[in-house]
């Protein structure tokens, strides 16, 4: 990202080589990298508990996320670890064989969860979590050898993808390619922006809801919801741009403005009435 004159421009980066890896990321998140509801899916298996007899549900998970937040502020990790951790939670309890086991019993959750954060340290990180640190932080309810057997479970049964491409991610591609189509940001504007997409993103992490929605989806419901905090020709310049590189990639726009209201409704809470107009103005100019 080249600086000038105190803005954030795009004339020196590869624009198109943005666009391509962003339709990667989109094609994974489609595919290989796609969560279904595992909390609520039906299925005909006589082996699958009823959720009542469950000893996880969408609270505890909440509550494990929190802790999970909790953890890496302490030891000072970038908070996109929790997300990409959960991912790999949730998509292993969407399409592994052993989902049940570990959603009817607490214990095994919590290990799961641990597993993935020490892996995600380890891989995406610039220090990692070691064995023995989790063992330490978990009071020692779980051996080293129980942690290595949870991780290659969680590998194996993965098939190694770890490398989830995450809302925040898709964020920054996202504005890289608006700030290629003469839209010039300052850098207050794309701290702003990116801080304000980070902060919805975590809520949306904590919120089981939100974990069957598209990252990219939730990229641009979150982009949105921020730019209604700027003054209004710079939020219509950005959302012309936004619409003129959005494709049949993307969800349709009336999936992301719904995402966009539940997102908002999730965050701000009793603030959604007092934005209605301003969300208005959105709505509208990307419907155009």
């Not at 494990?64 to 953890?71: K, P, T």
């Not at 129980?146 to 479970?153: H, N, R, Y």
């Not at 491409?165 to 850098?187: N, R």
Request: charged content about 25%; aromatic content about 8%.
């Amino acid at each position: 990202m080249k600086k000038t004159s105190n803005s954030y421009s795009m004339s020196s980066w590869n624009s198109s080589s943005v666009a391509e890896a962003l339709s990667v990321m989109i094609q994974k998140e489609q595919t290989v990298y796609r969560i279904s509801d595992y909390f609520h899916q039906p299925s005909s298996s006589s082996s699958v508990a009823s959720p009542s007899l469950r000893a996880v549900d969408e609270d505890v998970r909440t509550t494990m996320v929190d802790w999970c937040y909790s953890f890496i502020d302490a030891c000072k990790f970038e908070r996109e670890s929790v997300a990409m951790a959960m991912e790999m939670v949730d998509r292993f309890l969407s399409k592994s064989s052993k989902a049940e086991a570990v959603l009817c019993d607490r214990m095994e959750f919590q290990l799961l969860t641990m597993t993935s954060l020490y892996v995600t340290t380890k891989t995406h990180g610039k220090t990692s979590l070691g064995i023995d640190c989790i063992s330490t932080i978990c009071q020692n309810l779980y051996t080293d050898d129980e942690i290595v057997a949870m991780e290659l479970t969680l590998l194996n049964e993965l098939e190694w993808r770890i490398t989830p491409p995450t809302c925040v991610q898709m964020a920054q591609h996202i504005l890289s390619l608006i700030a290629a189509h003469d839209v010039t940001f300052d850098k207050t504007t794309w701290n702003f922006i990116l801080d304000e997409i980070k902060f919805q993103a975590e809520h949306a992490v904590r919120d089981y809801n939100f974990v069957t929605q598209r990252p990219s989806t939730l990229a641009i419901a979150a982009m949105l919801n921020a730019l209604e905090q700027l003054d209004k020709k710079k939020c219509c310049s950005i959302c012309r741009a936004l619409v003129s590189i959005m494709n049949d990639e993307f969800d349709s726009i009336e999936i992301i403005l719904d995402m966009k209201r539940r997102l908002f409704s999730l965050v701000y809470g009793h603030k959604a009435e007092a934005e209605d107009e301003s969300c208005r103005e959105v709505d509208a100019l990307l419907c155009i």
